[in-house]
């Protein structure tokens, strides 16, 4: 799909450019695309036929004959016409062909092929609702993005364009919360995929990254949980965000993760609360875990071992530390605490540990009544 594309955006390069260039690509017609077309090539619209500047070099002396030129099969803008794209009372200017490259749905809204493959049919109707309203303001035709219709905010839809523009600096400072969440949000509503899945791996990196955790749990979790809850974000972030949530402090009333609490609906309290309540009986497990002896008959060091007054105290202290947080209390259980003198007590140990990690981790799912 992608390569078909892309072939014919070059072959649909303006056909009233230079004719000697043209003769050498061997190129076909503009129609071939509708959607790369003007509104008027459509056949939908009678707007304007001036803001399609599409002959920008017609007064440039062709090339030489002799020498032969091809197009590159990628970066060959097709056109230079801009677009007005109308949030509330904001405007935006962008390429038309920049966003139609990404977007089906801002593809779809240009060329008016509105039952276009890959557009659902609910879809449909807000796209011609705004393909019919459009306007031309000098010489630039005018979408109003009808909040009603596509309720995106100023704010997202911006936050999306500067990560078009510039998404090359975030390999060097990772976006904030805030930021992704529109990205994500204006990718979601448009039909930018490749946006929306960047804008999701960023999220879960800012959960759990791995399942060894012991950093602070976000400040953002409720909101990712409602955020997910609405866009049904994949499980296995839902499941970041709300264990997040479920081993986060009592919050304090002035902070932000209070009034995000706040917003959550019962739906997600029920999940929450079944969830912490599954984690604090964990601990029965990990305390039958950490209690491992080696296979060796009458084994002097474990003998020992279970003897000393220290030991039933280690996962009685990570449960006071960490009470809903077991997954954290794990990971230092194996790496830090494990003092155990006999050596395959230890070695059995986090084994057992590391896969009772394993297990929680996968029954979340059905404790947060999510399907995988
Ligand atoms: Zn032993």
């Known amino acids: 799909m992608e390569d ?8 649909e390069e303006d056909p009233s450019g230079d004719d000697a260039l043209d003769k050498k690509l061997k190129t076909t017609s503009a129609r071939a695309d509708p959607w790369l077309s003007s509104p008027v090539a459509s056949g939908s619209s009678t707007l304007a036929h001036e803001n399609e500047p599409r002959n920008p070099s017609v007064s440039q002396p062709a090339e ?17 016409s801009p677009v007005i794209l109308q949030v509330h009372k904001t405007r935006f200017k962008v390429h038309k062909s920049r966003l139609a490259k990404d977007s089906l749905w801002f593809r779809t ?3 008016r092929n509105y039952a ?18 459009a306007t031309v303001v000098d010489g630039v035709e005018l979408f109003v993005l009808d909040p009603k219709a596509k309720a995106t905010t100023v704010e997202d839809l911006a936050e999306l364009l500067t990560a078009m523009d510039s998404a090359i600096g975030y390999y060097e400072t990772t976006p904030q919360f805030q930021t992704v969440k529109k990205i994500y949000r204006a990718a979601h509503l448009f ?7 960047f804008a999701l791996a960023i999220l ?8 060894g955790i012991s950093e602070e749990p976000s400040p953002y979790c409720a909101e990712c949980v409602a955020i997910g809850r609405e866009y049904k974000f994949p499980v296995a972030l839902m499941k970041c965000a709300f264990y997040d949530l479920a081993r986060s402090p009592p919050p304090n009333p002035t902070s932000t993760l209070a009034a995000d609490m706040k917003n959550l609906k019962i739906e ?9 309540k599954h984690l604090s ?14 296979d060796v008959m009458q084994c002097q060091a474990c003998a020992y071992t279970r003897q000393l007054p220290s030991f039933r105290g280690v996962v009685e202290e990570a449960k006071k530390a960490f009470p809903f947080d077991p997954l954290s209390a794990i990971q230092i259980l194996v790496t830090q605490e494990m003092k155990k003198p006999c050596p395959l007590a230890a070695q059995a140990t986090t084994q057992k540990l590391n896969g009772l990690r394993e297990k929680i981790w996968k029954d979340m799912a059905e404790w947060l009544n999510l399907e995988e």
């Open 109 to 111: 809204l240009f060329s």
């Open 116 to 133: 276009a493959p890959g557009v659902p049919p609910e879809e449909r109707d807000v796209l011609e609702l705004i393909g019919n309203s």
């Open 64 to 80: 030489p004959d002799t020498e032969v030129f091809v197009r590159h099969h990628t970066h060959w803008i097709y056109d230079t």
């Open 281 to 294: 009986l964990v601990w029965n497990d990990i305390s039958t875990c950490y209690e491992t002896t080696c």
């Open 191 to 197: 039909y930018f995929p490749t946006y929306r899945k």
């Open 204 to 211: 879960r990196q800012m959960f759990i990254a791995n399942r």
């Open 4 to 11: 078909s594309l892309k072939r014919k955006r070059v072959k």
């Open 268 to 276: 997600d309290l029920v999940r929450l609360n079944n969830l912490q």
